[in-house]
Structure formats: structure tokens, C-alpha cells
């Protein structure tokens, strides 16, 4: 061991079922303490990726590291060196919340002299002091995924690998999680965390997008902000919406248009309409049309921006 | 190991003693069943309802039918006075069986000579009548021996299908043995199977489906302790129901056991050990509740037809003979039977007791091979 490790490390990382490909020939490097977000619209390969990184699925085609640890040559090494939250969450629903503890300790050989302070650990974190005898069926989602999370690291892996820990959570509950989360980062803990919630992958050191199993960006939040769009992107109140959007995908010099809510944010390459303008051409075309403002763009702005490009080339 | 087998372990009865209705479902459908085998499915006829002829009306013929009527087996309802009320009995339905004892009965019994007794049975319900006319031969074949030399039945096929007398003579009909005393112990052998393959197939099948067996997998447990914490649990469950059904049948129906109980918790271990690996083959087999259902239907039916229960084994056909080779249950009936009704020992019992401990090590063996921990 020279150089530093990266936690994590996939090359050409690719998953077939039958004759679909799941997971595309995906090139990740995650740093030691590093926190990733995995971000992609449904069925794009987010759980295939992280199942194959736990070693619970064989990948097709490619390699993987996690840990310094072959997935397929070291499998049980690896079991050792993770912590897994699967999209289920899944906890004992019938056992207690101090037994499901006491349970995943036992699996994953906690030593019985750590496990009292471990577990207590775990309850605090979760914010489940004086509650450790209730029956977990009994808990809301936000104390569960909590429990889970803290099922997940009684043995202290240096690799967290949660998908989608956060889905059906209230807020709140979303936003204690994201602090465990770095508090956890703080400590060195790698994660690489998946989610639907494009305000979350703000919290992220990086994020990795992904979609239909290609993984299509790779950056810091700053950064894909930055480097994605190649335009000016403004927004603008207009009605009908749907009549605006149809008009303005065919109008020169417009790039991409979708809607936010019931605003148009319109990205402009130049040689065409400006941002000035682009009010009167609508007008012109029977769409009532506010003032257009140049907008800083929001990560939902690129990824919309990416995927829709990648779908029209994949049209042409 | 010992921590993780321990925490499995702690984990299945902790889950079992908060499923409230566990109890009831492990512990009432057995008795119902036991119940319902020991009452109904009973080869014992009783009450036949038999008409009388007696032409003879002689001490001799008199004698023979309070034969009839003290084995408590045969109804007499209707005493005829002539042969053609006997053949509307049996056409109405009001007789299963007619008994028609012809004159010259006591003459020719005297005589030494045959003495003309007929039997007519209605054999639509051909079971019944099978039986009847099994009982029929019997206390005709003693009252015989008691008045040497020689009366002989002669069956007719009168006015309705008739079966002849020697097909009484079935392999399966065992008149030394009350048939309760030969069900209850293979009841134990069939409820215990059923319920121990479908516990262990749902138990691992549910988590499944619910994902903590993805957390389960995901962690470095060995295949070993799992497949250890899931049978453990379900092999005492088994045990406990031989003990359970074995008691009902010795207090309730007086089934006698003569033979040595450790023989039969060793017969009974070995035969749990095939029915848990069946279980598990099962559950690697399902990925969804509904599909471990509809396997464990599948493949319990067969195994319950092709064991030697109720179908006797010998009346196969050669190539189903042959699958009976591999079924647990039918090894075990043998040994329970045997220990229960015949006391014998190890000495004749073991090649059953190796088949089974062979077949447990294989479907065991199998199953823990099956069971990787991956997800493909
Ligand atoms: N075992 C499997 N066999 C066949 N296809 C599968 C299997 N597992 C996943 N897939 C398919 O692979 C694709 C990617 O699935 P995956 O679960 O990785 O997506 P995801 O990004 O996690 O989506 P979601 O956000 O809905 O969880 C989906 O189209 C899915 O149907
Ligand atoms: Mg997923």
C-alpha cells in the first residue's frame, strides 16, 4: 500500500440481465472520507451499481475495489469493510429496537465488551433514548431509517453504501439524516449515498449522475453548475405552459426548455433569440409572457439538461 | 460462529414468541388433522347394514349369525322371509351386504359336507363392501375351524355388482390391527412433514420478500450459520409435534406403543433433517410466498401419495416404486409403524434409518450449496 487507496474504485463496471444492460461500463473513484451522491430518475441502475459494490450481485463485465478489496476475488472481505442500507431499510419489524441492535452486532461480531457502548451509540443517534424496549413496527420512518443507519455501522466499516435512505421520510427527518451522514464523513467514513432528492445532492462532496446506466456527469455541486449548461439560462412567467415549451424547443437559438413549477426556464446558446426578445417572439405567438431574467442555473437545470441530451442523441 | 448462530438463534425464537397466533396455528391444525385421520379415514367398518336370510332356521345357522351380530360390525336390518326381499334391500340401499343361509346348512354342516351360505354385497360402494365381505370370510373361515369339516361361502353376483369373496384378501387389509392404530402413526410422520417444509420454505421465503435477508446476506455471516439459525428453531418445532401427535394417539385413541422411544426420536430426528433440507431446497427455489406455495403444494401431495400411507407401496407401478426410494416419509412411516404397533429394533429397522440420514445429508448438503450469497 503506497499511494492512498481510493475507498472506492470501479472500472468498466457493467451488469446485464438477460439482454439488458443494467450498468454500463461505469468508472467511479470515491476518496477516503469522501461523501458521493448517486443520482439518476428511476430504474437507472443506482441499486444494480451499489449492489454490485456490496458484493451481493456479480457484475457482467469490469472491476471493483471497495475498500482495497476485490468484490468478486474477496467478497467476504469486503462484508467485513461495509455498512449496507438497502432500499428497503429493512429491520426486524416483530423484535425491539434494542434487539434488532443487539441482532446485526451479533452477525457482524461486534466483541461483547464494545457492543453496550455501541448499541448506546446507535440509540442516541438515532434519538431513540428511552424507547429501546419499543417493538420496531411501532416506530415512524424517520426513527426507523435512523435505526438502520445505525444498524449498519455497529462494526465501524470505513464504506457506507445507503440507497436511498431518505425516500418516504418527512423533511425533517431527511435533514437529521444528512447530519448523521456528515457527521459520520467527518470521521473518515466513505459513503456513497443514492436519492431522489435533488436538494440533497447539495449536501454531497460529488455527485455521480446517472441514467440508463451510463453514468453522465461527475463532479462537485459547483462544478456541473458550472461546466454543463453552455448557455445563458433564463426563466420567465409565461401562459399556457405547454403551448410555450412546444414553441419554444422549435425556436432558434434555444437549446432546451422545461418547466419549473409554473416558470419556464429557457436556455439560450446565442446566434438566435436573447433573452430580451424572448418575450415579444412568445407574445407573437399567442403565449402571454412575463419579463425574462437571467438565472443562475440549479443542479435540477443540469441534470434535466444532460439526460434530455442524451435522450435526443440517442433518438438521432 | 457460536455469536452468529447465537444471534440468529436468539432472533427466530424472539420472532416466534411475539407471533401471538404461532401457537395456534403450529399447535391446532395438527390436532384437527390428527383428529379427523384417526376418526374418518378409517379402513375399521362398523354397522354394515346387513339383511338376513336364514332358510335354514336351524341351532347351526342360528349360531352363525349371532356371530355376526356379536362382532358389533354388522347391522341387521331387515330379517327376510324370502330371496326376493333380500334383493330389494340391497337395490334400495337399505343393505349393504345380504347374508342368506340356505337350507340343509345344519345337515350338511353335520355331515361334513359343504354347507351353502351366500353372500351378496352391493358393491357400488366398493370399500365398504370390500371390507364387509373381508369380515364376513373371517368369522365364516373361524366358525368353520370351530365345526370342522367344512362350510363353504359361495359369493353370487346377484341383482347388483357383486365382488367376489377373494378379493377380501387384499395385501392392505390387515385384520390383526385396529386401522386407527395403523394411521395415527403415520399421521405423525405426514402432518409433521408438511408442516415442517412449509415453515421453513415461508420463514426464509418472507424475508425475502421483506429485504432483511438482503441485510442478512450483505453481511459476512457463512451460508452454514444461517441455514443452522433457520433449522435449528424448526427442528424442535418438528419434535415437538411427534411428541404431540404421538400422545394424543396413545391417550386419546389407545394407540399402544411397544416399541423404544429413543428409536423413534432417533427415526424422527433423521426424518426432520430431510423434511428441514426439503424446506430450504424449496425456499432457494422461490423467490415470492406465493411461489414457495405453490411448490410446496407440488411436491408434498407426491410425496404423501407415493409413501406408503394409504396406497400401498408393492400395488405401484415399477417406475413410481422407484421414486418412493427417495421420499423420507416413506422410510419413516416403516420405522414409526414398526416402533409403535411391533416394538422392533435397530437390527431391522436400520436400512430405513440409514436411507433416511443418506437423503438428509444430500437435500442438507444441496441446500447449503444453493444458498450463496448473492442475488443474481
Ligand atoms: N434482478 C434483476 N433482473 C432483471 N432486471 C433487473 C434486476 N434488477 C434490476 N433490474 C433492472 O435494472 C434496471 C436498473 O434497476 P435499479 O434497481 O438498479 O435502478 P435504480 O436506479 O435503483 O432505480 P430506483 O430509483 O427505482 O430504485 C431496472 O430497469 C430494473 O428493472
Ligand atoms: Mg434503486
Known amino acids: ?109 461486534v466483541p461483547r465488551a464494545l457492543f453496550p457502548e455501541r448499541g448506546r451509540f446507535a440509540v442516541t443517534m438515532a434519538g431513540l433514548e428511552g424507547r429501546e424496549d419499543a417493538l420496531v413496527r411501532t416506530l415512524a420512518g424517520g426513527w426507523k431509517q435512523r435505526l438502520a443507519l445505525g444498524c449498519a455501522i455497529l462494526h ?147 441534470f434535466v439538461r444532460l439526460v434530455a441530451g442524451r435522450r435526443a442523441e440517442a433518438k438521432a | 460462529m457460536f455469536d452468529r448462530l447465537q444471534a440468529m438463534l436468539m432472533k427466530e425464537f424472539l420472532e416466534l414468541r411475539r407471533d401471538r397466533w404461532a401457537m395456534f396455528r403450529l399447535v391446532v391444525p395438527l390436532l384437527i388433522q390428527t383428529l379427523a385421520f384417526g376418526y374418518a379415514a378409517t379402513f375399521t367398518v362398523r354397522h354394515v347394514a346387513t339383511a338376513l336370510l336364514d332358510l335354514d332356521n336351524s341351532q347351526a345357522s342360528r349360531g352363525l349369525i349371532s356371530r355376526f351380530v356379536a362382532t358389533g360390525r354388522f347391522n341387521i336390518v331387515d330379517v327376510a322371509t324370502r330371496a326376493s326381499e333380500i334383493t330389494r334391500d340391497l337395490d334400495s340401499g337399505r343393505a349393504t ?83 386407527t392404530w395403523f394411521f395415527i402413526p403415520g399421521i405423525i410422520g405426514t402432518i409433521t412433514l408438511i408442516q415442517v417444509v412449509s415453515l421453513t420454505a415461508f420463514a426464509i421465503v418472507r424475508e425475502r420478500e421483506v429485504g432483511t435477508l438482503e441485510q442478512i446476506m450483505v453481511s459476512p455471516i457463512r451460508p452454514v450459520e444461517f441455514i443452522l439459525g433457520k433449522t435449528v428453531p424448526f427442528f424442535l418445532i418438528g419434535l415437538g409435534d411427534v411428541a404431540l401427535v ?44 406465493q411461489q414457495a406455495f405453490a411448490l410446496n403444494f407440488f411436491l408434498v401431495n407426491p410425496l404423501f401419495i407415493l409413501s406408503g400411507f394409504a396406497f400401498p407401496i408393492a400395488a405401484m407401478p415399477a417406475w413410481l416404486r422407484w421414486l418412493t426410494v427417495i421420499n423420507p416419509l416413506r422410510y419413516f412411516l416403516v420405522v414409526i409403524r414398526a416402533v409403535f404397533l411391533k416394538g422392533v429394533g435397530i437390527t431391522v429397522l436400520w436400512p430405513d434409518l440409514s436411507a433416511m440420514a443418506l437423503l438428509a445429508l444430500a437435500l442438507l448438503g444441496l441446500s447449503v450449496l444453493r444458498f450463496r450469497k448473492s442475488l443474481d
Not at chain 1, 472500472?11 to 451522491?37: N, Y
Not at chain 1, 482495497?68 to 426486524?92: C, N, P, T, W
Not at chain 1, 418575450?279 to 419579463?291: E, H, N, Q
Open chain 2, 97 to 179: 351386504a345380504a347374508i342368506v343361509i340356505h337350507a340343509g346348512f345344519a345337515r350338511d354342516l353335520a355331515n361334513g359336507q359343504t354347507a351353502p351360505l351366500q353372500v351378496n354385497v352391493d358393491g357400488t360402494n366398493s370399500n365398504t363392501a370390500l371390507i364387509a365381505l373381508g369380515y364376513i370370510s373371517q368369522i365364516v373361515s373361524l366358525y368353520e375351524s370351530e365345526h370342522l369339516p367344512t362350510i363353504r361361502p359361495v359369493s353370487t353376483m346377484d341383482a347388483v355388482p357383486a365382488v367376489e369373496l377373494s378379493l377380501a384378501e387384499r395385501p392392505w387389509f390387515n385384520p390383526g390391527i385396529e386401522d
Open chain 1, 1 to 109: 500500500m503506497s499511494a492512498p487507496q481510493p475507498a472506492v474504485l470501479a472500472e468498466g463496471l457493467t451488469k446485464i440481465f438477460g439482454k439488458f444492460i443494467a450498468v454500463d461500463h461505469l468508472d467511479l473513484t470515491i476518496a477516503t472520507g469522501e461523501v458521493v451522491g448517486f443520482i439518476g430518475p428511476n430504474g437507472a441502475g443506482k441499486s444494480t451499481t451499489i449492489r454490485m459494490l456490496c458484493a451481493l450481485l456479480t457484475p457482467s463485465a469490469g472491476r471493483a475495489f471497495v475498500a482495497g478489496f476485490d468484490v468478486v476475488g474477496a467478497a467476504e472481505e469486503v462484508r467485513e469493510h461495509i455498512g449496507y442500507m438497502s432500499q428497503k431499510f429493512s429491520l426486524y419489524e416483530d423484535l425491539t429496537v434494542w434487539e434488532n441492535l443487539r441482532f446485526f452486532a451479533g452477525i457482524y461480531r
Open chain 1, 156 to 302: 465501524r466499516p470505513p464504506v457506507l453504501f445507503l440507497d436511498e435512505p431518505t425516500s418516504g421520510v418527512e423533511p425533517e427527518a431527511r435533514r437529521r439524516f444528512w447530519e448523521l451522514i456528515h457527521r459520520l464523513a467527518a470521521e473518515r467514513v466513505t459513503i456513497l449515498v443514492s436519492t431522489h432528492y435533488m436538494e440533497e445532492a447539495e449536501y454531497c462532496n460529488r455527485i455521480a449522475l446517472i441514467d440508463r446506466g451510463r453514468l453522465v456527469a461527475l463532479g462537485s455541486p459547483g462544478e456541473l453548475r458550472r461546466r454543463n449548461l453552455g448557455g445563458t439560462l433564463v426563466a420567465l412567467e409565461c401562459t399556457p405552459l405547454g403551448a410555450a415549451r412546444a414553441l419554444l424547443r422549435e425556436a432558434p437559438g434555444v437549446a432546451e426548455a422545461a418547466i419549473f413549477g409554473d416558470r419556464m426556464h429557457v436556455l439560450l446558446e446565442g446566434g438566435g433569440l436573447d433573452a430580451a426578445g424572448l418575450g415579444d417572439w412568445l407574445a407573437a405567438r399567442g403565449v402571454t409572457a412575463g419579463k425574462a431574467q437571467v438565472i443562475a442555473p440549479s443542479l435540477e437545470d443540469v
Open chain 2, 246 to 289: 404421538t400422545a394424543f394417539g396413545v391417550l386419546w385413541f389407545h394407540v399402544p406403543f411397544v416399541g423404544n422411544p429413543l428409536i423413534m426420536l432417533l427415526g424422527a430426528s433423521l426424518f426432520l433433517l430431510a423434511a428441514l433440507g426439503l424446506g430450504l431446497l424449496l425456499s432457494t427455489l422461490s423467490r415470492t410466498q
